[in-house]
Every structure is written in C-alpha cells, then in structure tokens.
C-alpha cells in the first residue's frame, strides 16, 4: 500500500503508468533503517548537531544539511526532493507537518491525511537521516492564536494562485522560515551550509520563497527540484489520479499552451498569450483560470513590450484549469534571447 492509497477521493493508480510520480517511490529496502523522528523543538536540534558533530569528525569541515520540508503522505514527488538532497548533501532532515496557517477550509485541514508511519519508511528509502514531526502546539504555541508575529509574502503572494487562496503563502512562509531557523545547526560543533528543496511544480511557490531568503537575508540556498511530465507532456500529480482517460486526455492542453509560448520564446517571437489562453479554452473538458507570463523572480506580469520583443531575461509562464473536478496547475520556464 501506497501513500495514496490512503488519500480519500483518490483512485490508486497502477505502477508504470506514468500518471503520477508514485512510480519512483522505492520501498524501504532490507537493511534501511527509518530515520529518527523525533516531535519537539529541542529534540530536532540537539539531534541535528549530533548527526553535525559526526559528519566533523568523519572529517569534513563545513557539513551540508539539505532539508526538505513537506505536510506529509509522501508521493514519489516528495521521494524525488529527498532523492536530490541526498545527493547534494552530508545529512538529510526533513518535516512532516500539516499546517494550519496554509488552509482556508477548515475541513481541508481536518481531512489533509496523516500517515507519518508511511511517510517515514519514503524518507528512509530515500537516505533520510532525520524527520521533525510537531504537534501544531509545538510549532505554534497557543494556536490559533500563535503565532502573533507572521512572515508576509507581500505582493507576490496575493496573485495567481494567492487571489484564490488569501493568507496561503503567509502561512507558507511562516512555516518554511521557522524550519529554516531550526534547520540551521547553531548548536553544532562547526558550521554547516543549510540548503532547502522545493518542486519545480509549485513555481509560485518556490519563487516566493527564493524572494523570502534574499529579501530577508537569510542563510540558505533554496535548491528547485525540476518539473517531472508524463511522455506525453501531463505535469505529474497526485491530482492526476481523479482524472479519468478522456480527462487525462483534456489536461494535456495545458502543456501545450505552454510549449506554445516557451516554442516562441526560443525562436525569439512574440509570445501571444491570448492564443496560448485559446488553446484551452477550445477544450470542452477544461476551464481556465488563469494563464499568464511572468517575470521569473518578482511574479510581476511582463509588459506588453516584453511579451513582442525578444526576451531579455528568464521568465515563466503559469497556467492554472480545472479539467473535469480536477483544478490543475502547470508551468513552464521561458528563456532569454540569446547574447
């Protein structure tokens, strides 16, 4: 049994059919161990600066710790993060925390499946050397009260998917950042470079959450996971499980409105994005939210100017539809112009 398998309104998918990254998830293997769990603040950091203290006396002077934070009932997606951090990294730790500051619904949250067991035999398929699973009152003492003093995703938070999920990155951001200040081993006998692992699917994500460490100066290298499709262009998702074959089918439009414009961008034409946005709209299956290029780094929508002229820097298209119940997201990184 898979993760997903406990996933209410979920249909399990067959290994191999390249619907969902379930099929890079590996067991735990004999002679893995899971890794150490532990449930409180001091506990995570005082187990962190022992796993610090062996990597200096093994010899290394500046260990790396990469970390990868999730809300747990893992999937392969979450198996490729700690795959890469642990391939990047001396010491591997990861969160397992369902967090309420990122739900709207409150039965969302009551619902958000927990399965740490399930969850720790992934990370320690993985090489995972240490999850940090708290309680809300652990993280958040005196909640819903606590935390009084949350982290802003600004502007760029209050878009795309942010204008449909108010307060969503705030409570993204709050929690990502006391990971950080947790992750980094204070207490070690040496100091270690903290880096953090994101998914290229949630690039709004992952791009306020680059903005968050720059603008507020924090040690850690936000590290992104790349984007993994199915051959036939589907982004991979859980959600892609609730889709049935004609469904599946549909969804493919949003990559192709994508690879419209990033087709464009390499051959330095106009991006014509109102085309792009037909695409999915000729689909009877699929309604588009929304369907927009913007700047890489601040999200801000590129100009009328930039999207005719040759693009003079990186930047992203983003797609959001709902495909039978299914609301998908998918986006697509578009070149510069060549020098």
Not at 42 to 61: I, M, P
Not at 234 to 246: E, F, I, V, Y
């Amino acid at each position: 049994m898979t993760p997903l398998d406990r996933v209410p309104d979920r249909t399990p998918v067959p290994t191999g059919t390249g619907l969902t990254l379930e099929d890079t998830a590996r067991p735990l293997a004999a002679g893995q161990t899971r890794p150490q769990i532990t449930t409180t603040k001091a506990e995570f950091r005082a187990a962190l600066a022992e796993c610090v203290g062996q990597a200096v006396q093994d010899g290394l002077e500046a260990p790396t710790v990469g970390l990868v934070p999730t809300m747990g009932a893992l999937h392969g997606g979450h198996a490729a993060l700690a795959r890469q951090a642990r391939a990047e990294n001396d010491i591997v730790v990861a969160s397992v925390f369902v967090n309420p500051l990122q739900f709207g619904d409150p039965s969302d949250l009551e619902h958000y499946p927990r399965t740490l067991e399930a969850d720790a035999d992934l990370l320690g398929a993985e090489g995972c050397d240490l999850v940090f699973a708290p309680s809300v009152e652990e993280m958040y003492p005196g909640y819903p009260d606590g935390p009084i003093i949350r982290v802003c995703s600004g502007r760029m938070g209050a878009v795309l998917e942010g204008a449909s999920r108010p307060g969503h990155f705030d409570g993204v951001c709050t929690v990502v950042v006391k990971l950080w200040g947790l992750a980094l081993p204070v207490d070690a006998p040496a100091p270690a470079r903290l880096r953090s692992y994101f998914g290229q699917k949630d690039a709004q994500q992952l791009a306020i959450l680059r903005r968050t460490a720059q603008d507020l100066d924090l040690p850690v290298e936000i590290r992104p996971v790349a984007l993994v499709r199915s051959p036939e262009g589907l982004a991979l998702s859980s959600r892609n499980t609730r889709l049935d074959s004609a469904g599946l089918d549909a969804a493919l439009v949003l990559s192709r409105a994508l690879q419209s414009l990033r087709d464009a961008a390499e051959a330095e034409r106009p991006l014509d994005v109102k085309a792009a946005r037909r695409i999915i709209e000729a689909e009877p299956l699929a309604s588009l939210d929304y369907l927009e290029v913007v700047d890489h780094d601040t999200l801000e929508p590129l100009t009328a100017d930039q999207l005719t002229a040759p693009l003079q820097r990186e930047a992203l298209a983003l797609v959001a539809a709902t495909v039978q119940p299914v609301r998908l997201i998918d986006n697509m990184i578009l070149p510069a112009a060549a020098a």
